[in-house]
């Protein structure tokens, strides 16, 4: 049974940081692209950061460049999202995706909210 389960959100001022998990079971997390999306209330669900097959390429919205860091752990198939200096509207609820052919699946997702 193929399941991610996000973890670490929670409430933090603004500058401050979170870092996100997102544990993988029933695949294999370093043969699927991962990603980060992010869905704040009365908005479209957003790409935040991506990650390709093998870990060779990484891309980020242009919002969270240079704050945001998606790194994979294959031993513990375990992806994170470490993010830094946060901004009020970085505030949504953030989902795990992992993508491979025409495969692609989901978490329930996790909040973050920064307060100013």
């Known amino acids: 049974q193929v399941q991610l389960m996000e973890s670490g959100g929670g409430l933090v001022q603004s500058g401050g940081s979170l870092r996100l998990s997102c544990a993988a079971s029933g695949f294999t997390v370093s043969i699927y692209g991962m990603s980060w999306y992010r869905q704040a209330p009365g908005k479209e669900r957003e790409l935040v950061a991506r990650m390709s097959r093998f870990a060779t390429i990484t891309n980020y919205a242009d919002s969270v460049k240079g704050r945001f860091t998606i790194s994979r752990d294959n031993a513990k198939n375990t992806v994170y999202l470490q993010m830094n200096y946060l901004k009020p509207e970085d505030t949504a609820v953030y989902y795990c995706?992992?993508?491979?052919?025409?495969?692609?699946?989901w978490g329930q997702g996790t909040q973050v909210t920064v307060s100013s």
């Open positions: 995706n992992a993508w491979k052919d025409d495969y692609t699946y």
